[in-house]
């Protein structure tokens, strides 16, 4: 497994951007999909994006065109970019590791998780 630490949460105004970035330690994080999932408040932890090993992405319908995962190999580093924020982007956001590597919408198929980045937006 790797070991994951989240950064880059805060407070954004409506239509404002931030970027996310997670750091795994371990020697295996480029053979694995890395993914971010979210929690807002009272609800259950909602898949946002992936990519695979080979860079392949796959976002969720309500991130799609807004927000970009990317990940820099050299750096154990997974990022998310998030653009033109609402507020319904509030939630905690983890940063997730696949072993399998392919990439996947699916909470099962990861099996190292964050602490989570709380992100707030603001009206």
């Known amino acids: 497994q790797v070991q994951l630490v989240e950064s880059g949460g805060g407070l954004v105004q409506a239509g404002g951007s931030l970027r996310l970035s997670c750091a795994a330690s371990?020697?295996?994080?480029?053979?694995?999909?890395m993914g971010w999932f979210r929690q807002a408040p009272g609800k259950e932890r909602d898949f946002v994006a992936t990519?695979?090993?080979?860079?392949?992405?796959y976002y969720s319908s309500f991130v799609k065109g807004r927000f970009t995962i990317s990940r820099d190999n050299a750096k154990n580093m997974v990022y998310l970019q998030m653009n033109n924020m609402k507020a319904e982007d509030t939630a905690v956001y983890y940063c997730?590791?696949?072993?399998w590597g392919s990439g996947s919408s699916r909470q099962g198929d990861y099996n190292s998780w964050g602490q989570g980045t709380q992100v707030t937006v603001s009206t």
């Open positions: 997730a590791a696949d072993p």
């Open positions: 371990g020697r295996a994080f480029a053979s694995h999909a």
């Open positions: 990519i695979g090993r080979r860079n392949m992405t």
